[in-house]
């Protein structure tokens, strides 16, 4: 759309209001822009006249946005973000991904999937050195200086970008020793016939079946760890049936050392997010890794097995109580 009047906009007018309202005051922005108070005053003063609203309400102690000024900022906010991308974009064009990359992940994917492909990106880019935290805990971007997280689960902050990878399953699975001696059942209600072992966090399972079917299960387990290595090592050593992300599991299925059970009724996924701060310049490092990671696992993810290749086990009497 063209602007028939210059007067009918101003960026800097734009730029100086989204920087009172992060700074809480015109005494804050102005330190941070350089500019006299009363210049900013000013500013702020002749946007208002310029679009006929009140955006900022003041008093002789605070400011407070009118909800005009509320809605008004993310817009401003936005536009100028993508400004900003805009030309970081030109100028990182051709240039080279250097420096530290610092990047947090869960345990699980980042010691399954993730540190793989970091050697991966290492190899093609020998200018870049990494940092990687491996965590449970969702650490602060901004406050910890991280460039890239992932993040398996929903999304709680949406001031950062996020790019899906893929989604995080866990079936129930089961050694083919365990399946030969017990059986396997055909439906959640016969589960409690069978060993069970659990993850501390899963002390109950809810199951999604066909048809929009669930199943919710109180667990009484034979076994619960903290570690999904070690219930990982205990289903694979035929010590009973265990929920397992598929992270973890998809390698020993593929190679017929862990099968199925009940592969109808998974547990709910979880999408995978790469994620970084939005008002963070995006350097060539981060939007390498960032990129290069998006290709890699996608549209096929490693984590996953088409159980349509596989083969469930058929159910057989119990063989005995456990």
Known sequence: MLIGKREEFDLNEMAIFVHVVEAGSFTGAAKNLGLPKSTVSRKITQLEE???????????????????????????????????????????????????????????????????????????????????????????????????????????????????????????CASPEYVKKYGAPKHPSELQEHT???????????????????????LKPRLQVNDFASLYTLALAGAGIAPLPMLIAASAIRANNLVPVLSDWPFEASPIHALYPSNRHLSAKVRSFVDFVIESVRPNPPWEVDMDDTTEPTSKKIAQTH
């Open 196 to 218: 069970l072992m659990t993850a501390s966090q899963w002390s109950q399972w809810q199951l999604q079946g066909p048809n929009d079917q669930v199943h919710n299960l109180q």
């Open 50 to 172: 310029r679009l006929g609203v009140r955006l900022i309400q003041r008093t002789t102690r605070s400011l407070r946005l009118t909800d005009t000024g509320s809605a008004y900022y993310n817009h401003c906010a936005r536009i100028l973000g993508e400004i900003e991308e805009a030309n970081i974009a030109v100028t990182q064009m051709q240039s080279t991904p250097t420096g530290t990359l610092r990047i947090t992940a869960p345990v699980l994917f980042g010691s399954t999937v993730l540190s793989g492909l970091i050697a991966d990106f290492m190899d093609d880019h020998p200018q870049v050195q990494i940092d990687l935290v491996l965590t449970d805990q969702r650490l602060d971007l901004v406050q910890d200086g991280i460039d890239v997280a992932f993040r398996v689960g929903q999304l709680e902050d949406s001031s950062l970008i996020g790019r899906h990878l893929g989604d995080a399953r866990a079936i129930l």
